[in-house]
T-cell receptor, first 114, second 116 residues
Framework: DGGITQSPKYLFRKEGQNVTLSCEQNLNHDAMYWYRQDPGQGLRLIYYSQIVNDFQKGDIAEGYSVSREKKESFPLTVTSAQKNPTAFYLC?????????????FGPGTRLTVL | AQSVSQHNHHVILSEAASLELGCNYSYGGTVNLFWYVQYPGQHLQLLLKYFSGDPLVKGIKGFEAEFIKSKFSFNLRKPSVQWSDTAEYFCAVNAHSGGGADGLTFGKGTHLIIQP
């Protein structure tokens, strides 16, 4: 089945540790995105990548980093510099970087920093 | 930068009631508009979208939305809701600022509860 996978579903980390969230898609999509979802806040864009080996900061990029070395993979690292990392993280992809294209979402990773 | 406002954070309705969820956006140029739904325990999925043409768009599961450019609105409607419509609904905008998909701007969401 084609789709987006995110792992793990739940992740616990101690404060001060970096953690990397996985996102893989087999849809052959060029563009990929990371969003953060907090209760009552909707989704906010962290980083996006329009094509492999390229990525751009979104609205709340501070304390996060990404890489896009392969078309199908767009991992997100939550660094110790992120002041409030506990949240639900959603990865998405779209066919290409045209604004006409629907974004498809993964199941999400719930990160809890203790 | 664009922004999206959803008027109701929580809505409770009885089955068979009519539904209208408000969505307003702020951006002076051309926009693409979306409604996404997140059912309990499921992925966020697209309900419907508007790019151009007929301002009344129909989506899955009997939902429709009307784009009113003069009011910067894209309200979601359903004539008769079902218990299975219980979910969180998000309005989203993608502005044509240079033509690229630099991510969607989402509203804060409306949590809809349908009582049997």
């Amino acid at each position: 089945d084609g789709g987006i996978t995110q792992s793990p579903k739940y992740l616990f980390r101690k404060e001060g540790q970096n953690v990397t969230l996985s996102c893989e898609q087999n849809l052959n999509h060029d563009a990929m995105y990371w969003y953060r979802q907090d209760p009552g806040q909707g989704l906010r864009l962290i980083y996006y990548s329009q094509i492999v080996n390229d990525f751009q900061k979104g609205d709340i990029a501070e304390g996060y980093s990404v890489s896009r070395e392969k078309k199908e993979s767009f991992p997100l690292t939550v660094t110790s510099a992120q002041k409030n990392p506990t949240a639900f993280y959603l990865c998405a992809s779209s066919v290409d970087w045209s604004s006409y294209n629907e974004q498809f979402f993964g199941p999400g990773t719930r990160l809890t920093v203790l | 930068a664009q922004s999206v406002s959803q008027h109701n954070h929580h809505v409770i309705l009885s089955e068979a009631a009519s539904l209208e969820l408000g969505c307003n956006y702020s951006y002076g140029g051309t926009v693409n508009l979306f409604w996404y739904v997140q059912y309990p325990g499921q992925h966020l999925q697209l309900l419907l979208k508007y790019f151009s043409g007929d301002p009344l768009v129909k989506g899955i599961k009997g939902f429709e939305a009307e784009f009113i450019k003069s009011k910067f609105s894209f309200n979601l409607r359903k004539p008769s809701v079902q218990w299975s419509d219980t979910a969180e609904y998000f309005c989203a905008v993608n502005a044509h600022s240079g033509g690229g998909a630099d991510g969607l701007t989402f509203g804060k969401g409306t949590h809809l509860i349908i009582q049997p």
